[in-house]
């Protein structure tokens, strides 16, 4: 597919069951109706899609915690990349790249002073977008993920 225009909006409640298909499709950790739910309601800034032409592809969900910085120790507001997926023949056009820019943005306005995110140890494509938006890795979890896998923690400051 060639560069396709897109754009990135807020999620709607009607984009829900889409926004699943997409993460049953893309991703081997899958999440409740009721789990999207609570994250379009608590945080709607931060829960973004992708469209082309009128057809979601991709989608952004993040939330807002408090806890330990994972550069100072100090409480702080952090924001929380909790699930990413771009549809595989949408991939390579700057859309996950541009749907992390947006969903930090969001989480600025919510007051996060950083953001972190797990991602599989196996998973280059994303560790080399996250490095590009300058995430480093601050942790591995041994067996974080239901098939043992480790995941890498990574953040950086909002």
Same mark, same amino acid.
């Given at each position: 597919m060639s560069k396709a225009k897109y754009t990135i909006r807020m999620v709607e409640l009607k984009d829900i069951?889409?926004?699943?298909?997409?993460?049953?499709?893309c991703l081997p950790e899958n999440y409740?109706?009721?789990?999207f #739910?609570?994250? @379009?309601?608590k945080f709607p *800034? /931060?829960?973004l899609v992708a469209e082309v032409e009128g057809r979601v592809v991709g989608y952004i969900m993040c939330r807002v915690e408090h806890g330990i910085s994972n550069f100072k120790f100090t409480l702080t507001k952090k924001g929380h990349v909790i699930s990413? /997926?771009?549809?595989?023949?949408y991939r390579r056009m700057g859309i996950g790249y541009n749907l992390m820019v947006k969903g930090m943005e969001a989480l600025k306005e919510y007051g996060a002073t950083e953001v972190y995110l797990e991602v599989?140890?196996?998973? @280059?494509? /994303? #560790?080399?977008? @996250?490095? *590009?938006?300058n995430y480093v890795i601050v942790n591995?979890?041994?067996g974080y993920y239901a098939d043992g896998e480790d995941a890498y923690v990574m953040a950086r400051p909002l």
């Open positions: 069951p889409v926004v699943m298909d997409i993460n049953m499709k409740t109706q009721s789990f #739910i609570q994250h @379009y309601k *800034k /931060a829960f990413i /997926a771009v549809l595989p023949e599989r140890v196996s998973n @280059y494509p /994303a #560790i080399h977008l @996250y490095e *590009k938006l591995r979890i041994h």
